[in-house]
């Protein structure tokens, strides 16, 4: 075991399958041999081998909680929702008092968007000392709609390191007056995030003082005009308050609400217009949001599903994607279908341009959502498995965006073809109206 355990502490993930393997043929009859074997496995993102070995280990041992609780994490992670959710209620049942079973139990309701039913998990988990509870606990809450409860525990990010400690200048920011004197908002998060939270900044100046916000170089042409002073991320700032960002909505937001929107600047909408011009329908195209996000993989998908689904007659397309998956554009046999806006796009302030010549954006889950419902611009999102908080449960529309639709994947196994199949049909209602 500890060979074992030093190889996946190095991801060393293939030796490791093939010794856990080894110790399975050695001690067939020892249940702790097909777990070991089940959680490389999953380990190595083979999610369905993993199934099988946690269950040959339950056939030989059924009253091991904490095989039950591996086996309803592999379920999850196959968007078997039902059988995992019963697995993890097995696990907690055998486990007793054990807070690893019923934030398990818990994230797994969450991965069903079971908000509702994992919250007494999390609290549960909570009280068990469980360190991950609280942040998912809130995050619960949110998506629940409880935003008054959720936000207040929403400050926990900071308070358990999820947000990287770092000096900061002065006493934390209340929400109340502060002429005379200068706060500095940090920066925290994806691009996303910082974008839901632009349209606070008007009623942060309405409070007297002067605003300095940290931005990445994408985002600081887009907050410049809403504050005094842009300044790149961890800049050393004389101030006399601070404030993270993501805790903005909690001193303006109690409940959902729509925000102002935001316009876009008339030299980028020129720059922009002679790439965006002709007949028909507009419509831009993101099918990825960063690769670097680790459950990126929920919700990104592939360009051919956005070609395959949105040609339309009638309808033109232009891409929006950056990064990475800008690739599968000048790859893919049908690229001239799609006009490639990403080398005009210098960074966000460039996007909110196109968005605003553009009649529609349809996309999956990234910041140029935030970005196009900040801006009040018609956009479709596409929602994977378990998505932010932010979209809340059981929706079709936005209260945060109100030109904003939203288009869910059904419960259960990853499955975008009814997603596409709906979002198809009413974009060729709406090219032909």
């Not at 993993?50 to 379920?75: K, M, V």
């Not at 400050?155 to 002429?179: H, K, Q, Y």
């Not at 601070?242 to 935001?262: M, N």
């Not at 080398?343 to 140029?368: E, G, Q, Y």
Request: glycine fraction near 8%.
């Amino acid at each position: 075991m500890e060979r074992l355990e030093a190889l996946l502490k190095e991801s060393r993930l293939e030796e490791a399958v093939t010794l856990a393997a080894e110790s399975v043929r050695a001690a067939p009859r020892d249940p702790e041999t097909h777990n070991a074997l089940g959680v490389v496995l999953a380990r190595a993102g083979r999610y369905p081998e993993a199934e099988r070995c946690y269950r040959a280990a339950l056939r030989l041992d059924p009253g091991r909680g904490a095989i039950w609780s591996n086996l309803g994490n592999t379920l999850t992670a196959q968007g078997l929702d039902a059988t995992a959710v019963a697995a993890q209620r097995r696990a907690v049942a055998l486990q007793g008092q054990n807070g690893t079973a019923f934030y398990n139990l818990a994230t797994t309701l969450t991965r069903a968007e079971r908000h509702e039913e994992a919250i007494p998990e999390y609290e549960a988990a909570l009280r068990l000392g469980h360190p991950q509870a609280a942040w998912n606990l809130a995050r619960a809450r949110l998506a629940a709609g409880d935003l008054r409860r959720g936000f207040a525990e929403y400050e926990c990010r900071i308070t358990t390191g999820l947000v990287p400690d770092r000096p900061r200048p002065g006493a934390r920011w209340d929400g109340s007056r502060f002429e005379g004197r200068t706060l500095l908002l940090l920066t925290e998060q994806g691009f996303g995030d910082t974008i839901w939270i632009l349209r606070y900044l008007p009623w942060v100046r309405e409070r007297g003082g002067r605003v300095v916000m940290e931005a990445k170089p994408e985002l600081a042409a887009l907050v410049a005009p809403l504050v005094n002073e842009v300044v790149a991320p961890g800049a050393e700032v004389a101030a006399d308050l601070h404030l993270h960002v993501c805790s903005l909505p909690g001193l303006f937001s109690p409940h959902v609400a729509p925000l102002p929107a935001l316009p876009p600047e008339e030299a980028r909408l020129e720059r922009l217009r002679p790439h965006i011009v002709g007949p028909g329908l507009k419509v831009g195209i993101i099918w990825s949001g960063s690769v670097t996000f680790g459950s990126n993989h929920w919700r990104a998908v592939t360009l051919g599903r956005f070609l395959d689904a949105f040609q339309w007659p009638g309808v033109r397309l232009f891409s929006l994607q950056k990064g990475p998956p800008e690739a599968e554009l000048a790859q893919h046999k049908m690229r001239g279908a799609v006009t490639d806006l990403a080398p005009h796009l210098r960074d966000f302030a460039d996007t909110a341009a196109a968005l605003t010549l553009l009649d529609l954006v349809i996309m999956t889950d990234s910041a140029v959502a935030h970005l196009a419902g900040t801006m009040n611009r018609p956009v479709w999102v596409l929602l994977g498995r378990a998505p932010h908080w932010l979209w809340l449960t059981g929706r079709e529309d936005c209260p945060w965006y109100p030109s904003m639709r939203l288009f869910r994947m059904a419960p259960g196994p990853l499955a975008w073809d009814g997603v596409f199949d709906r979002a198809s049909a009413a974009l060729l209602e709406r090219a032909g109206s």
